[in-house]
């Protein structure tokens, strides 16, 4: 980073301030619990009575 900030001109607190600002640029947030709360409203999120008995046998029991 010194070396590349160095090069660029930048200080390197400047250049880490461009690098996030790119990084979020490029990957925005996709809100990805919105997207699947618009899914759940058309589709059931139940599981299958058969995979929900394996998923329930495969957790052990734990005493609270």
């Keep these: 980073a010194e070396k590349a900030a160095k090069r660029m001109g930048l200080s390197r607190s ?3 301030v461009n690098a996030v600002q790119a990084y979020l ?3 925005p947030d996709n809100d ?3 997207k699947l709360n618009r899914i759940y409203t058309k589709e ?3 599981l299958e009575p058969v ?3 394996i998923q329930s046998s495969s957790i052990e029991p734990e005493e609270w």
Aim: hydrophobic share 20%.
């Design 14 to 16: 400047r250049l880490y």
């Design 25 to 27: 640029k490029n990957y």
């Design 32 to 34: 990805v619990t919105e």
């Design 44 to 46: 059931s999120s139940s």
């Design 51 to 53: 995979i929900s008995t």
